[in-house]
């Protein structure tokens, strides 16, 4: 289990997770032209195993490890539904730096490929210190990778992680827990709200350590005019049993 102290910017963590000879799997071969076009097609991407179940066991346990978060929220008190999470503080536990620093540099070409599709002039750099620096510089400075934890009756309202005047378009939820086993119900929904038309709804099934790449505000979808923005949200659906536990990677830092 991870410790509870926190010094000098350290932190003693299981090797499950430490380990830099333990990388998530695929994280160096992730096929950028496949996903880019699921994302184009759907608003979303599934990646299995990108996490392997003692990566998903330790980073679940770790949520009892108050030292290593920021702060926590009840989604409730705030009307965003019915369960929990918590935001890690900096600096992140491995693997969540290294998904972050390491899936950040395809996304960002995907990303600036939407930009060019919808006319935005904005580009984002290579790497993820560097974007890092800008968020920075715009105020956003806490970090927003989070684990969230649902149980029976539990559910996420549709929302979209925003944070600031600096939004990376792109976003992942790794599911850590066993559909079926450690939970039932609790499918991860996103709706596409398109121009003039009824918003569509999508289910995306997930196993343990399975990711999803999915936008976080708009995208752009050919039709047969032209290219069009469509707005995403996404949530959770109610739990009927059980334990959920998901880790939500989100690329820009917040206010």
């Given at each position: 289990?991870?410790?509870?102290?926190?010094?000098?910017?350290?932190?003693?963590?299981?090797?499950?997770?430490?380990?830099?000879?333990?990388?998530?799997?695929?994280?160096?071969?992730?096929?950028?032209?496949?996903?880019?076009?699921?994302?184009?097609?759907?608003?979303?991407?599934?990646?299995?195993?990108?996490?392997?179940?003692?990566?998903?066991?330790?980073?679940?346990?770790?949520?009892?490890?108050?030292?290593?978060?920021?702060?926590?929220?009840?989604?409730?008190?705030?009307?965003?539904?019915?369960?929990?999470?918590?935001?890690?503080?900096?600096?992140?536990?491995?693997?969540?730096?290294?998904?972050?620093?390491?899936l950040y540099p395809p996304l960002a070409q995907i990303a600036n490929n939407w930009n060019r599709m919808l006319g935005v002039d904005n580009r984002y750099p290579d790497s993820h210190a560097a974007y890092l620096k800008i968020c920075h510089a715009s105020g956003q400075t806490r970090p927003t990778p989070l684990v969230l934890k649902y149980g029976a009756g539990d559910y996420n309202c549709l929302?979209?992680?925003?944070?600031?005047?600096?939004?990376?378009?792109?976003?992942?939820?790794?599911?850590?827990?066993?559909?079926?086993?450690?939970?039932?119900?609790?499918?991860?929904?996103?709706?596409?709200?398109?121009?003039?038309?009824?918003?569509?709804?999508?289910?995306?099934?997930?196993?343990?350590?399975?990711?999803?790449?999915?936008?976080?505000?708009?995208?752009?979808?050919?039709?047969?005019?032209?290219?069009?923005?469509?707005?995403?949200?996404?949530?959770?659906?109610?739990?009927?049993?059980?334990?959920?536990?998901?880790?939500?990677?989100?690329?820009?830092?917040?206010?």
């Amino acid at each position: 289990m991870f410790a509870a102290q926190v010094s000098g910017g350290e932190r003693s963590v299981p090797p499950a997770i430490r380990g830099r000879n333990r990388r998530c799997r695929l994280i160096t071969g992730l096929d950028g032209a496949k996903v880019e076009a699921a994302l184009n097609a759907e608003g979303c991407a599934r990646i299995p195993g990108l996490l392997s179940d003692q990566q998903c066991d330790s980073l679940t346990r770790c949520y009892a490890e108050d030292a290593l978060f920021r702060s926590r929220v009840n989604m409730a008190s705030h009307g965003f539904g019915a369960g929990e999470y918590k935001y890690f503080a900096y600096p992140l536990p491995d693997p969540v730096a290294e998904l972050r620093t390491r899936l950040y540099p395809p996304l960002a070409q995907i990303a600036n490929n939407w930009n060019r599709m919808l006319g935005v002039d904005n580009r984002y750099p290579d790497s993820h210190a560097a974007y890092l620096k800008i968020c920075h510089a715009s105020g956003q400075t806490r970090p927003t990778p989070l684990v969230l934890k649902y149980g029976a009756g539990d559910y996420n309202c549709l929302h979209q992680d925003i944070y600031g005047d600096q939004v990376f378009p792109l976003q992942l939820a790794i599911l850590l827990s066993q559909p079926d086993r450690d939970f039932t119900g609790g499918e991860f929904v996103m709706t596409e709200q398109r121009p003039r038309m009824q918003s569509r709804a999508e289910v995306v099934s997930l196993n343990k350590g399975d990711a999803v790449l999915f936008a976080v505000n708009v995208r752009p979808r050919q039709g047969s005019r032209g290219v069009y923005r469509v707005k995403m949200r996404h949530g959770v659906s109610r739990l009927r049993s059980g334990e959920r536990y998901t880790l939500g990677l989100i690329f820009h830092d917040a206010v």
